[in-house]
């Protein structure tokens, strides 16, 4: 049974740093690409960033590039996101994605792949 939990989210003012942890037990973590999506209320879920089974980083979003960071530890089946200079634009429910198939060529994770159930991010003005 795949597992995806995200943890990390809470409440920080603007200009604040969060770091998001996602640890993912059931699959051979190594071998998946990754990313960070989040959805804000009234919003559409959206891409923030992936990074490949290779540990290239595939995908920034427009409005977290130079903030945010996506980053693995393989070792610990762990994918994270180091976000930096938050705003309150960035205030949404934050979900980890991992690709179902092994080695894929994919740039990220889509929709009806293995997802948590998220972790809120808040960030006041």
């Known amino acids: 049974q795949v597992q995806v939990v995200e943890s990390g989210g809470g409440l920080v003012q603007a200009g604040g740093s969060l770091r998001l942890s996602c640890t993912v037990s059931g699959l051979t973590f190594d071998a998946r690409t990754m990313g960070w999506f989040r959805q804000a209320p009234g919003k559409e879920r959206e891409g923030v960033a992936c990074?490949?089974?290779?540990?290239?980083?595939?995908y920034y979003g427009n409005s977290v590039k130079g903030r945010f960071t996506i980053s693995r530890d393989n070792a610990k089946n762990t994918l994270y996101l180091q976000m930096n200079s938050l705003k309150p634009e960035d205030t949404a429910m934050y979900y980890c994605a991992a690709d179902s198939s092994p080695s894929s060529f994919r740039q990220c994770p889509r929709f009806n792949d293995y997802w948590g159930q998220g972790t809120q991010v808040t960030v006041s003005s």
């Open positions: 990074i490949t089974w290779r540990g290239v980083t595939s």
